[in-house]
């Protein structure tokens, strides 16, 4: 397993981003022991990035385009879709199975 989606909240079913294209949501994300090292709920500012072309992490390059608009899941990434062997110190030590609760709110 490299990366994995479940979905908690259905989405419109309709609108799903394509790679290029600027996807706008809100996450938490967690170590597996369900400590949160970044949110952008608690920034109180959506994340906005354009998907699908090596900006972000492999697991979201991976797993958002599979979401529509309003969709939430769950992404759960191995350190080799994730920040791997070198970790996000001092937030994400080396190795670190991430999990990200996602909500997708807008493709432009």
Request: hydrophobic share 35%; glycine share 12%.
């Amino acid at each position: 397993m490299v990366s994995t989606l479940e979905s908690i909240h259905p989405g419109d079913g309709k609108n799903f981003p394509k790679p290029g294209q600027t996807i706008t949501m809100h996450y938490h994300g967690t170590l597996l022991d369900g400590s949160v090292f970044d949110s952008s709920y608690r920034r109180g500012q959506p994340f906005s990035s354009p998907i699908g072309i090596g900006r972000l992490i492999g697991a979201w390059d991976q797993c958002v385009p599979q979401m529509s608009i309003g969709q939430k899941a769950i992404i759960t990434a191995t350190p080799e879709v994730g920040y791997g062997e070198r970790g996000f110190p001092p937030v994400i030590p080396p190795n670190a199975t991430l999990k990200f609760e996602v909500e997708l709110l807008a493709i432009q």
